[in-house]
């Protein structure tokens, strides 16, 4: 864990090392209080239409995505997301309206679960490091220029057979992130 945050920390500092406009740091506050999940993101703006963005995902579970058989959920995962993306309609402030968002996340970590097998408890283990391929939209609000709130929504495919054997491939999921730019 401490690696992955020392990660960040060195992607983040590389991206305020060259930063020219404008920043935005946020929260997905939604995923924060339904699924316990915390997502802390960073966003650079390009240009007044399109910027990029690094996210974090701490306690990512498998989001809203059903599982295929039932059992105790014990999921160990974090991810982080990198994401392209393209504001349209933006209503005369800079990066807000409505945006796309291609997106490459990579999930790492394991998810157990309880299973009784000839009267003996075990722990069954899935691997859940993973590539995913997606695409988002949402729309953005800002604020004086200086806040921001975007409610979004993702689809997501994954690509590890040990994850599409247990879930499902397609990954869906939404949120309301609060932002800070400076």
Known sequence: MKKHI???GVLLSG???NAQAKNEVKVNILNTLVLASVELGYEHFLDNNQSIGIEFLINDRFSYTTEKSGGAKEFKTNSILASYNFYIGANG?????YYLSPFLKYR???FNEKEVIDDVEV???TDMNSFIIGFGTGYKWAW???FAIAPYANIGRNFSRAVNDRFSALEF????S?????
């Open 6 to 8: 020392i990660l960040l």
């Open 15 to 17: 991206l305020f090392a």
């Open 93 to 97: 402030e800079s990066n807000s309206g």
């Open 108 to 110: 790492f970590g394991d």
């Open 123 to 125: 722990t069954l283990t």
């Open 144 to 146: 004086n220029n200086k």
């Open 173 to 176: 999921n939404a949120g309301v």
């Open 178 to 182: 609060i932002g800070y730019r400076f």
